[in-house]
């Protein structure tokens, strides 16, 4: 099992910025990819940013520029920095942990409770 905390959610006003922070615990080994996804009001969840273990990282156009992902292997965290906010920023983001390998299984993937973000004057 897997727990993700997020934080650094909040209310911003426009052209500010953000850092969120997942931390991961539990008793699994390894953990391939790390994210941030976000779920706006009557849409559908969309991802933001990962990052594997490796250090490839993805970015959705609509943050690419502006927003940064970085992880702490060491500390089973990841980060997402976000500047230049505008209010289609605002949504729930979740962190998502995915290939989880654990003892007794491969490829799961996991979720946190999500942190809200609204940007908003």
């Known amino acids: 099992q897997v727990q993700l905390v997020e934080s650094g959610g909040g209310l911003v006003q426009p052209g500010g910025s953000l850092r969120l922070s997942c931390a991961a615990s539990?008793?699994?080994?390894?953990?391939?990819?790390m994210g941030w996804y976000r779920q706006a009001p009557g849409k559908q969840r969309e991802v933001v940013a990962t990052?594997?273990?490796?250090?490839?990282?993805n970015y959705a156009n609509s943050v690419k520029g502006r927003s940064t992902i970085s992880r702490d292997n060491a500390k089973n965290t990841v980060y997402l920095q976000m500047s230049s906010l505008q209010p289609e920023d605002t949504a729930v983001y979740y962190c998502?942990?995915?290939?989880?390998?654990?003892?007794?299984?491969?490829?799961?993937?996991?979720w946190g409770q999500g942190t809200q973000v609204t940007v908003s004057s």
């Open positions: 998502n942990a995915g290939g989880v390998r654990t003892t007794s299984s491969r490829g799961d993937d996991y």
């Open positions: 539990g008793r699994f080994v390894y953990i391939n990819t």
């Open positions: 990052m594997t273990y490796g250090g490839t990282i």
